[in-house]
């Protein structure tokens, strides 16, 4: 038997060896002397170990197998496929314990897909492949070369078809420019004299909006009176709790 798994005594100027216990594990096999102290392995030097190295994995009690299958609920990707019952409840991913899963495992990324933009998967320079967006390509096959670092790709009609008309914008900042003047046309409005709030979903004057010179029409999203309102109920709710 190997030196680990002995314990060494001098008595009467004699040298005794005797065996060690056996792993808690129930594996039969002589645990060895712990090298070193250990708080939270309960090791102790000289000391056999409670398990041999990895054993100790055995001795922690396993649940039984569960269904992971249900009749009663389909994946909603629209695959056909059954999902499984939720062992635990995570309202992070909208699990509920005892409910089916709404999504087989990765199928949720599908509906994801088919909300953005569309996709094409090409090879760069080091034959890599990677995903790019349809529209970009085709922005970039326009112009000849790869689209500048801060440019963006601006929708016309404000979907995300192929079929759209594409305008290549500079910057963050104009590309959002041309959807406050898109939804001000939309709602109805004249984009080089008025505005739509997105609080209240009125057009209104220029002059009836808060100024702010960081943005590129030059006033906020929120108009005089709804901003008037927010700090009225802002006061009666400071009132209200004092």
Avoid: W
Avoid at 1 to 23: E, H
Avoid at 49 to 75: D, L
């Amino acid at each position: 038997m190997s030196p680990q798994y002995l314990s060494k005594s001098i008595a009467d100027g004699q040298v005794k060896y005797t065996a060690m216990k056996l792993c808690e594990c129930g594996c039969g096999l002589p645990a060895p002397l712990a090298q070193q102290n250990c708080t939270t392995r309960r090791y102790v030097r000289g000391v056999p170990r409670p398990f041999c190295r990895g054993h100790h994995m055995r001795a922690i009690p396993r649940k039984a197998a569960t269904p992971r299958i249900s009749t009663s609920q389909f994946c909603e990707c629209g695959c056909g496929q059954h999902v499984g019952i939720a062992q635990q409840t995570q309202p992070k991913y909208g699990h509920v314990k005892g409910q089916p899963f709404r999504f087989r495992g990765g199928h949720q990324r599908r509906l994801m897909k088919a909300k953005s933009y569309p996709t094409v998967g090409v090879r760069d320079s080091l034959g890599k492949h990677k995903t790019e967006y349809l529209h970009i390509l085709m922005a970039e096959r326009v112009l000849g070369h790869p689209l500048p670092a801060k440019a963006h790709v601006h929708h016309v009609d404000g979907s995300r078809s192929i079929e759209s008309q594409l305008v290549i914008c500079q910057s963050a900042a104009y590309h959002h420019l041309l959807h406050i003047r898109s939804r001000t046309l939309r709602a109805g409005g004249n984009p080089n004299t008025e505005r739509l709030c997105l609080k209240c979903n009125e057009v209104k004057p220029l002059r009836r909006f808060i100024k702010d010179r960081t943005v590129g029409i030059g006033v906020k999203s929120c108009c005089l009176d709804c901003d008037a309102k927010r700090q009225r109920e802002r006061r009666v709710a400071l009132r209200g709790a004092a």
